[in-house]
Each structure stands twice: as structure tokens, then as C-alpha cells.
């Protein structure tokens, strides 16, 4: 089983509605980090969190930390086309700085925006 | 500003050859990593290195080599290529750990091995 979960693994919307795609672990995570990817293109960042609680907005897309940083909440909001794509979420798992900035993924979740 | 530069961008391997994998980054990154994305599992990490001269195995290191002999370059060395090593295959560098922004990523070389 994987140490981060993300669900769904696909999603299907109308432009225009709102979705959240979530990133969950059994274990605390010491930075939460989601990425946007595009097909046959590298892995943009969006944002990272790392505090419990904390949230950050950028345009449409909200990101959210759970207060015992186990679970990441992605959401947009109006959802366009432009949207579309895998996002996933990677997490520092190494408490203290010890994980050498090795990231964990999660499978990733493909989405699709229809016009 | 080029960021990370990955090349080539695809490549079919017969079983058995080899090959190397080309990555280079001009931030001046400590740290460089390269992960291979298979379909439905995420990215899994190979390789990765601290420093120049500082190399360490990372979740699926076996069938692959790295080296670092310079800041700039972290080559992934693939031999006796094998159909399970049939990925996208993503070079990623960042300052120092993390920071705050994760990872700058290469744009990926995606690999067949027939």
C-alpha cells in the first residue's frame, strides 16, 4: 500500500464546478507539497504547506493541512479547462530535516475540465 | 535561466543495451534527485545526491548507477536495460533540502525498452 494516498484517482467535471482531491498519510507530515503536471511535461510546483492548520490560496486553487498533518485538501474552485491535469501531492516524511529532501508521492489524480 | 535540463526527451532501448540519461541544472542546486512515474503509482525515487561526490540510493535504485562529479550534472546510467525499467524518468534539484518551494523538475525523458 502506498505510505500517501490520493483520492480520487480521476475526476471528471463540467467547467465552472468546484472539486477537492485529497492527500492522506498515517504518518505526520513534515512538509506537504502539491504539484501540477501536464502530459509529457514536468511537475509545476503549486504550493507547500507545513504547518497543522495551515492554509494557502493561489488564484482558484486552496490548499489545506489538517491540524495533525496527516491529510492535505486540494481544492478549486470554478473549475476551467485550463485546470486540467495530474496533480499530486508529495510529503517530507523525515522529521528534523533528516529526510535529505527526499519527497514521498502519491499516485496522483488525473483531471479533466469539460468545456 | 534554463532550470533543470533533461536529455533526451524519448528514447527506445532494446533488452540488454544501456544508456545514460542526461540531467543538468544551473541554479546552483545542492541537492538533485531523479524519480521514475509509472502509470497509477506516483513518482518513486531512484537516486539522489547532497553534494558533488555524494551519491545515495533512494526507494527503486536497482538496475540504475548515478554519479555527481560536478554540481551542475547528475547523470542516471541505465545497464542491461530490461522492460520493467520502461518509465518516465524525472530529474528534480532544489538549493538546500526543500525550502519553501519543493522541487525544480526536469521535463522528463520518456523511456521504452522493447
Request: proline share 3%; aromatic share 10%; hydrophobic share 30%.
Amino acid at each position: 500500500s502506498q505510505e500517501l494516498e490520493q483520492s480520487p484517482q480521476s475526476l471528471i467535471v463540467q467547467e465552472g464546478k468546484n472539486l477537492t482531491i485529497n492527500c492522506t498519510s498515517s504518518k505526520t507530515l513534515y512538509g506537504l507539497y502539491w504539484y501540477k503536471q501536464k502530459y509529457g511535461e514536468g511537475l509545476i510546483f503549486l504550493m507547500m504547506l507545513q504547518k497543522g492548520g495551515e492554509e494557502k490560496s493561489h488564484e482558484k486553487i486552496t490548499a489545506k493541512l489538517d491540524e495533525k498533518k496527516q491529510q492535505s485538501s486540494l481544492h478549486i474552485t470554478a473549475s476551467q479547462p485550463s485546470h486540467a491535469g495530474i496533480y499530486l501531492c508529495g510529503a517530507d516524511m523525515g522529521a528534523g530535516g533528516t529526510s535529505y529532501g527526499k519527497l514521498t508521492f502519491g499516485q496522483g489524480t488525473i483531471l479533466t475540465v469539460h468545456p | 535561466n534554463a532550470g533543470v535540463t533533461q536529455t533526451p526527451k524519448f528514447r527506445i532501448l532494446k533488452i540488454g543495451q544501456s544508456m545514460t540519461l542526461q540531467c543538468t541544472q544551473d541554479m546552483n542546486h545542492n541537492y538533485m534527485y531523479w524519480y521514475r512515474q509509472d502509470p497509477g503509482m506516483g513518482l518513486k525515487l531512484i537516486y539522489y545526491s547532497v553534494g558533488a561526490g555524494i551519491t545515495d540510493k533512494g526507494e527503486v535504485p536497482n538496475g540504475y548507477n548515478v554519479s555527481r562529479s560536478t554540481t551542475e550534472d547528475f547523470p542516471l546510467r541505465l545497464e542491461l536495460a530490461a522492460p520493467s525499467q520502461t518509465s518516465v524518468y524525472f530529474c528534480a534539484s532544489s538549493y538546500f533540502q526543500l525550502a519553501n518551494y519543493g522541487y525544480t523538475f526536469g521535463s522528463g525523458t520518456r523511456l521504452t525498452v522493447v
